[in-house]
């Protein structure tokens, strides 16, 4: 590995390990945000979803900023914004700009990930470059573990606005590697970039997404609601119909004709919107309700990453042996059964019966899912169009979290108190379990090779 090599992998793994930390920490800080200052549930999923609803709608142009203006620069800016948003965040005096800068955090997160990669494929080739993909995969999974634990110490010991500033390190030694690799940007000039359809994608969701988390407190017969629902579903449709037309589509639609990457986006709908809001729910409702400390409850999930970073490498290379299905069927379906496991949560609150088999159940699940779901979508579609398979994939997977985020008021009855904990597990089960339905039915495996006779 050349010295060069090494600058770019290293500015890889911290700008992408800048928005993994982001992502893992805030859920750890959601109560002491909305106790400091007030909003309750509303503020907690508004702190979640504005975040969501930017990284998910512009990590699609993402491919096309960067082929315009080229990789490094636009990794640079990422990291710069981001970095600015987290400083705003920190000293948000109120709910709503802490909210306005959660949202500008994800717009330029929606930068970082994409443009990481892209530096990697661009830098690395052959086995050089898998084996680089494989260590940034590692180092930002890590991002799992030490947030939660980061974010819970910060919120327990320091301030919940110490949870955002710590950003500030990644992303100062990033730059400064940008800085001292002498990186030079490649461009292409006759690239098209649709910010029209990337508006369109972004205030669609956000007129859904607004009126999903206000209509526990305001009702369907509002105009505040309907309203913005039904011009966010309008504009929406437009975005999907434009998809259709424009010369360089952020969305290519033509993916989705393909078997096995239009049934793993519909099962990665199911699976990841039950993982962000179990993830969620969890950590809440365990300072909330449980009564731990947030360092407790950050570290409440750490069984799951573990068995996750243990094994998900080993089930991917059984998954490329033996195809993805069974994996995608079993696992999902596992992950179901130990959502199903937190019912056992009681008034007598015990972490080590009630929780941990739970989360060792749903660990084994996710490691037999992931990296087979991951290879079943790219591997549907051809290296050339990896990466912006890619960016829909990962698309896909925050819009899933931010619908489950926008909807659960609705799910836990308008309050996380033990019920409303039991109403989330049944449905991440049922999201789950839908997920490995959707697998078995939907993923065909790919014909292996005739052997030599």
């Given amino acids: 590995m050349t010295t060069t090599q090494r600058y770019v992998l290293w500015i890889a793994v911290l700008a992408s390990f800048v928005a993994f930390l982001d992502g893992t ?40 900023v960067s082929d315009a203006y080229g990789r490094v620069l636009v990794l640079r800016i990422g990291l710069i914004g981001f970095g600015i948003a987290s400083l705003a965040i920190a000293a948000a005096p109120t709910a709503e700009f802490l909210i306005v800068a959660r949202g500008l955090q994800g717009a330029a997160g929606a930068f970082l990930v994409p443009s990481s990669l892209a530096l990697i494929t661009s830098n690395f080739t052959g086995s050089a470059q898998s084996r ?10 890590s991002a799992m573990i030490v947030g939660p634990l980061i974010g819970g110490i910060l919120v327990d010991f320091v301030s919940w606005r110490w949870a955002f500033l710590i950003n500030v390190v990644p992303i100062g030694v990033t730059l400064m590697l940008l800085a001292r690799g002498g990186f030079h940007d490649t461009r292409h000039p006759d690239s098209s970039i649709d910010w029209i359809g990337a508006a369109l994608c972004t205030f669609g969701l956000g007129g859904m997404v607004y009126a999903l988390i206000e209509q526990p407190d305001q009702g369907w017969g509002s105009p505040a609601i309907w309203v913005p629902l039904a011009l966010g579903a309008v504009l929406f449709v437009a975005f999907v119909l434009r998809q259709r037309t424009v010369r360089h589509p952020i969305l290519p639609l033509d993916l989705f004709r393909v078997r096995n990457f239009w049934t793993g986006n519909v099962a990665t709908t199911f699976i990841y919107g039950a993982l962000a809001l179990n993830g969620l729910v969890v950590v809440v409702y365990l ?3 449980a009564g731990l400390s947030a360092t407790l409850a950050g570290l409440a999930s750490l069984p799951m990453t573990i068995l996750m970073i243990l094994f998900s490498s080993r089930a991917g290379a059984l998954s490329g042996r033996w195809g993805p299905r069974f994996f995608m069927t079993v696992g999902p379906i596992t992950m179901g059964i130990g959502a199903l496991l937190l019912l056992t949560v009681g008034t007598d609150f015990s972490y080590w019966w009630q929780v941990l088999p739970s989360m060792i159940v749903m660990g084994a699940g996710l490691a037999l899912t992931v990296a087979p779901l991951t290879s079943a979508i790219l591997g549907a579609i051809g290296p050339e169009r990896s990466g912006i398979a890619s960016a829909v ?9 931010l619908i489950a985020i926008a909807l659960l008021a609705t799910i836990v009855g308008g309050a996380l108190d033990l019920d409303g904990f039991h109403r ?30």
């Fill in 287 to 289: 300072q909330e309700g």
């Fill in 25 to 64: 920490i805030v859920n750890v800080a959601l109560p002491a945000i909305s106790d400091e200052l007030g909003g309750g549930i509303t503020t907690q999923q508004w702190v979640v979803d504005a975040y969501l609803i930017t990284l998910g709608a512009l990590i699609l142009v993402a491919g096309s």
């Fill in 424 to 453: 989330s597990a049944i449905v991440t089960a049922v999201l789950m379990i839908a997920g490995g339905i959707t697998s078995f039915f939907g993923i065909r495996n790919p014909e292996r090779p005739p052997k030599d006779a």
């Fill in 132 to 141: 680089a993909i494989g260590i940034w995969t590692a180092m930002t999974t």
């Fill in 393 to 401: 994939n990962n698309a896909v997977a925050r819009v899933a979290g």
